[in-house]
T-cell receptor, first 117, second 115 residues
Framework: GDSVTQMEGPVTLSEEAFLTINCTYTATGYPSLFWYVQYPGEGLQLLLKATKADDKGSNKGFEATYRKETTSFHLEKGSVQVSDSAVYFCALSRSAAGGTSYGKLTFGQGTILTVHP | NAGVTQTPKFRVLKTGQSMTLLCAQDMNHEYMYWYRQDPGMGLRLIHYSVGEGTTAKGEVPDGYNVSRLKKQNFLLGLESAAPSQTSVYFC??????????????FGPGTRLTVT
């Protein structure tokens, strides 16, 4: 079945450091890939997404490139801020049989990021 | 627009008690989902609904029931709570799309403890 594996956390960085959170996936066909972020005490919100190979999703200084050859979707940011402290989830969505997607997401386990001033 | 709201925010149950979690969305979305979030396991899909009056099982449906009597509401019920159901529960909704790329909108979560 489908699965998503994220690098284990927690990740602790100083402000302005470079961030990489690794994500690899297993799925048949051509899934869409997502990064969701969960700030303390809140629900998840979409950070960025990519729907086909070599697509780059970007938002708020974060980027991730859909790499089909390595089945990866690593999240990067060049200079993190204290306000980026959150839990980051990689996820995929794959079409059900017949081509209809019910939008069901398969999530990785989440990576806790803490950024210190 | 309130988006997706969940009630209650917190609840403590004793083993064997029952309760219902309510999710409401005001975005006229067709699809709604219930997830549970456990440490180190990400979010796992419990049940989902692709429209009013329809429900389907997700990855971890045992011990839960759901109903979607109105398009804007999706209820999650625990008939006889067990300590293994201690978790944070998230509701989400999305538009109908014939693609895989629809964004899901999440509620703030319900923290449930079963003692």
């Amino acid at each position: 079945g489908d699965s998503v594996t994220q690098m284990e956390g927690p990740v602790t960085l100083s402000e302005e450091a470079f961030l990489t959170i690794n994500c690899t996936y297993t799925a048949t066909g051509y899934p869409s890939l997502f990064w969701y972020v969960q700030y303390p005490g809140e629900g998840l919100q979409l950070l960025l997404k990519a729907t086909k190979a070599d697509d780059k999703g970007s938002n708020k200084g974060f980027e991730a490139t859909y790499r089909k050859e390595t089945t990866s979707f690593h999240l990067e940011k060049g200079s993190v801020q204290v306000s980026d402290s959150a839990v980051y989830f990689c996820a995929l969505s794959r079409s059900a049989a017949g081509g209809t997607s019910y939008g069901k997401l398969t999530f990785g386990q989440g990576t806790i990021l803490t950024v210190h001033p | 627009n309130a988006g997706v709201t969940q009630t209650p925010k917190f609840r403590v149950l004793k083993t064997g008690q029952s309760m219902t979690l309510l999710c409401a969305q005001d975005m006229n979305h067709e699809y709604m989902y219930w997830y549970r979030q456990d440490p180190g396991m990400g979010l796992r899909l419990i049940h989902y609904s692709v429209g009013e009056g329809t429900t389907a099982k997700g990855e971890v449906p045992d011990g839960y029931n759901v109903s979607r009597l109105k398009k804007q509401n999706f209820l999650l019920g625990l008939e006889s709570a067990a300590p293994s159901q201690t978790s944070v529960y998230f509701c989400a909704s999305s538009r109908v799309r014939q693609t895989t790329s629809s964004e899901q909108y999440f509620g703030p979560g319900t923290r449930l403890t079963v003692t």
